[in-house]
């Protein structure tokens, strides 16, 4: 490793590279359905006094036992109104969990790197790398690996407690890290690292994560690492004692059916992307090497992430929990792959990026222009009733992401490159670009499709401003759709229906509305973008309501 392969990103590049990553998709868009504006409506009830701090709820119902990140999401509202409004401020926050993420993966691949069984051999004549210079560099390529897998790019900017457990498990693979180097950073780490992924609703990843850490502890040829052991196992018994208090354990195992074991290796090809191949490579190369703490250490963190994701049924969320250790070995890969291997890398991501780019640019023409017609009648298919608006700020964000990317593969393709990073710089770059195009130029209608103001704005001509909606056993997603959009009073309890609320709203599939007794039915409305989804609005009877009083 030559004193030139090892010089670092410059800093300027690599900030606005994980700018690009991490500012697109806050501004100018609703929570998405599902997770994402599940937990913002419980962030959003706490915040407003809706719900209580300790017992999160939406609509009546016991929301998700993560209380931390319930916390965080409703503390950073509460601060930020009404300078700013609730879903920017929630998403502030979960933003800057994710650029602590990504600095946790420098500091645990650069304190990785520092150890004598990662230093490269010194060369004959010398000229090689300084031990701080080639950490550096290293990690600086984890950062980029990190950026460039698939599976963390709209994970990491949604407003879920696994964002939360994502920054706990990168804390604590930084304190496994830094052991030998550090005294006290590490220790408060750990301290720390354990008991908030507990508290975020993640106990048993908090367990099994401390365990294993134990181990790598146990292992270890340092003496500091080795004495390390006693603050990880106690970093432990505080997570365990800490989900006792907040009555956080929750097992949700679901074993895999015959018919997914086929589709879970493809979630692992396609989540980990591009990062996979380079990790297992490393694992080769590096073979000789995995009881070194450079590899126990993330190999800790992924092993913990994939069976978590295999106990949960191929739950993906638990598979990011990976992420960051798969990064740290896709770095390691760099020092040892081939010449051929590098410009395969950058040639695919070239054309890939680039095809992408080129095709939302086309869509983007064709929602403005209405050319190409044909992809301009899909999107009309797809998202009927969406209206097209132009954004001066958004085209040139657009614009000025495309140029940065012309520019930077045709940095990348010079033949005077030799820094140890440029084979991840295309791909984190890519996707980066791809992201940005995505959350500026086809932002309204991805907002439009996955939002649920369309379906709340369809079903507030049937109810009046201070009317109680009861929607029994109905989605968490719908209903914070209802109680943020709408701002009305749901009860969503079982017994919803026998209560005192006006309107029964029921959700289901068939042209045909259930009957019940004692409602009548008032309307019957679909989602925009869901033609088999249907929503029946009924009123009380009068009669059911002058028995009931």
């Known amino acids: ?161 696994e964002l939360a457990q994502l920054a706990c498990v990168s804390l604590f693979a930084y304190a496994l890290a830094a052991a030998p180097f550090r005294r006290w950073k590490p220790r408060l780490a750990v301290l720390a690292a354990l008991p908030l992924l507990a508290g975020s609703g993640g106990p048993t990843m908090a367990l099994v994560m401390g365990l294993a850490g134990a181990e790598v502890c146990r292992r270890s040829g340092y003496p500091a690492v080795r004495a390390f052991m006693r603050w990880v196992v106690g970093a432990t018994a505080l997570a365990v004692a800490l989900s006792v208090a907040l009555d956080a354990w929750e097992w949700r195992l679901a074993a895999p059916e015959w018919r997914s074991l086929f589709s879970i290796p493809r979630q692992w090809l396609w989540f980990m992307w591009p990062t996979w191949p380079l990790a297992l490579w490393t694992l080769w190369r590096w073979r000789h090497y995995v009881a070194h703490r450079h590899l126990a250490v993330p190999l800790a963190v992924i092993v913990t992430a994939l069976a978590a994701n295999l106990a949960m049924g191929g739950s993906d969320r638990a598979l990011m929990l990976g992420l960051p250790g798969l990064a740290v070995l896709a770095a390691f890969a760099l020092p040892t792959l081939q010449r051929s291997a590098s410009a395969a890398i950058d040639w695919f991501s070239m054309f890939f990026f680039s095809a992408a780019a080129i095709t939302i640019w086309v869509l983007y023409s064709a929602m403005q222009t209405g050319t190409p017609s044909k992809p301009a009648a899909n999107i009309a298919k797809l998202a009927p009733g969406f209206e097209p608006r132009f954004s001066t700020l958004a085209l040139a964000a657009a614009v000025l992401g495309t140029l940065a990317w012309l520019w930077l593969v045709r940095w990348r393709t010079g033949r005077h490159q030799e820094a140890l990073w440029k084979s991840l710089v295309l791909p984190a770059g890519g996707v980066a670009l791809c992201w940005l195009l995505t959350m500026t130029l086809l932002l309204p209608p991805l907002d439009y499709a996955r939002s649920n103001r369309a379906l709340v704005q369809r079903i507030a001509p049937h109810v009046q401003a201070d009317e109680c909606i009861a929607a029994p056993r109905a989605a968490t997603s719908l209903v914070a759709a209802l109680e943020v959009f709408g701002r009305w009073q749901v009860d969503a309890r079982s017994d919803a229906a026998e209560g005192s609320c006006g309107l029964l709203l029921r959700v289901g599939e068939g042209t045909q509305a259930p009957r019940i007794a004692g409602w009548t039915l008032a309307a019957t409305l679909t989602r925009p973008t869901d033609r088999k989804e249907r929503t029946w609005i009924y009123r009380r009877s009068l009669a059911a309501g002058t028995s009931a009083g």
Do not use: C, K, N
């Open 1 to 161: 490793m030559t004193l030139r392969a090892a010089r670092r990103l410059p800093r300027v590049a690599l900030l606005a590279l994980v700018a690009a990553y991490l500012l697109p998709g806050l501004f100018g868009r609703d929570p998405w359905r599902h997770a994402d504006l599940s937990t913002f409506g419980q962030m959003l009830a706490i915040a407003e006094g809706r719900s209580g701090w300790l017992a999160p709820m939406l609509g009546g119902v016991p929301g998700d036992a993560a209380l931390l990140p319930h916390w965080l999401g409703a503390g950073a509202i509460l601060l930020l109104s009404p300078l700013v409004d609730a879903p920017l401020a929630a998403r502030l926050a979960f933003a800057a969990l994710l650029a602590l993420t990504l600095f946790l993966t420098w500091a645990t691949t650069y304190h990785l790197a520092l150890t004598d069984a990662a230093q490269p051999l010194p060369l004959a004549f010398g000229g090689e790398a300084d031990p701080v210079d080639y950490a550096r560099a290293i990690a600086d390529a984890s950062v980029l690996a990190l950026m460039a897998t698939l599976g963390l790019l709209q994970l990491g900017h949604e407003t879920t407690p």
